[in-house]
């Protein structure tokens, strides 16, 4: 449909957006609302219908989803010797929060995103924005141009170009020495102590839990005392939000 | 490719299988080397290189991101003024262990699944097997077809005719009332205890711990009191494994 590419590039009232979205995401977007919404924070959006937000988090949720089915094709086919444990930890790697606002902000989005300026006092909020913005953005071509067109863009104009896989897939995330990096950092006491199994579970199992500063914040279940810790490690740095290493 | 399946259908040295895969999936598989794999569990697979086996786990993670995103996008049309995280929520029951499995038994998946008998000892493992097998075929039929065709699939033949979207949408999953019960059950003592924001955090938001037998096993944080207990109390039943109301 070239006509209706030259009417949104050159006639349409939104032309200024399109040209800027189209430099950005490299094609001709169709249903403007859409992108609009997907660059709106809930600070910003106002309420629609029955206390539903015009803001970009549905998208969000469709776009996670979309994204999350095709890095899954992807690593499938790269990886065929390779179990489904490996595919999951490389995919949450790709799709994690820091890569994605990584991403986003390679892309340009940040100067699009509209949001509450107010909220750059709360860095981890505002460092989550720009990785919601793209899963909405996802979400938004997704609605737009179907499923066979939002894979081919992720693929040809996102990965191939800015997501170094082979990179990724060596880089170990240690959710353990994150952990403790970040206490030491923050000046708290941190422990990794053994539960006893209630009666009835395998004695092969070993259960750990993450104690920080005398409060519990995660446990972990593995045949072996390393994995046990590991798995506890990851549930408390998600918990205490400690996505980086500090 | 009428002549394709016509030869699927009585030619091909696999044609008693390919009639017995129509009869329950609606139409004649490709590839049936995909199929087959997708129904061997892991207890009776055979290693094909580097330690990886040929069995269903690797199709069962594509499978789970193809159905999550089918889900996702149907979810999203059919309820335009709901929040992400009614979404959220509504999905997870659809695509839960518990839901796939009866889906599984209901499409006639367990003539079909190959696993070692001996594990009919192990309920709770034969109970997921059905719907490891399901997602596992969601897989292959996305590997063998594509995604129009699986998405197509996935809504006329299985959610519209055997899954009640408006029933799981009013069956609250209700983590709090689960998570007391099944205190109750096992004689534990819990208390839901306020926790006093770090300092910097917003002065809205209201954190709770859930204490069980005087130990933390998960924490919330929400915009009002009864969100954040049913966040800390979601996490909690995730950590005990409390998958059942008991």
Not at 23 to 34: A, H, S
Not at 35 to 63: C, W
Not at 101 to 108: A, D, E, P, V
Not at 170 to 191: A, D, M, P, V, Y
Request: hydrophobic share 40%; aromatic share 12%; glycine share 6%.
């Amino acid at each position: 449909m070239p006509f209706l590419r030259i009417y949104y590039l050159y006639f349409s009232p939104h032309k200024a957006y399109v040209r800027k979205l189209k430099n950005i995401l490299g094609f001709v977007p169709g249903n403007i609302k859409l992108y609009k919404m997907a660059f709106r924070h809930k600070s910003v959006a106002t309420t629609i219908k029955d206390g539903v937000k015009n803001s970009n988090e549905r998208l969000e949720f469709l776009g996670d989803a979309v994204l999350g089915c095709v890095v899954a094709e992807l690593l499938f086919k790269l990886y065929p010797y390779k179990d489904e444990g490996f595919l999951t930890e490389l995919r949450s790697k790709i799709v994690s929060r820091a890569n994605l606002n990584q991403l986003s902000h390679k892309l340009g989005f940040n100067e699009l995103i509209e949001y509450d300026a107010r909220m750059i006092n709360y860095p981890n909020k505002q460092g989550s924005l720009l990785g919601d913005a793209f899963e909405a953005i996802v979400g938004a071509v997704y609605m737009d141009k179907g499923y066979s067109f939002t894979r081919e863009f992720l693929l040809t104009r996102i990965i191939k170009p800015h997501v170094d896989i082979h990179l990724l897939e060596i880089t170990e995330t240690n959710f353990k020495s994150r952990l403790i990096e970040w206490c030491q950092h923050f000046g708290k006491e941190i422990q990794f102590i053994p539960v006893e199994n209630p009666p009835g579970e395998s004695p092969k199992l070993f259960t750990v839990k993450v104690v920080i500063n005398g409060e519990v914040h995660g446990v972990g279940k593995d045949f072996n005392k390393k994995s046990a810790e590991k798995l506890a490690a990851e549930k408390a740095c998600e918990e205490l939000k400690v996505f980086e290493v500090v």
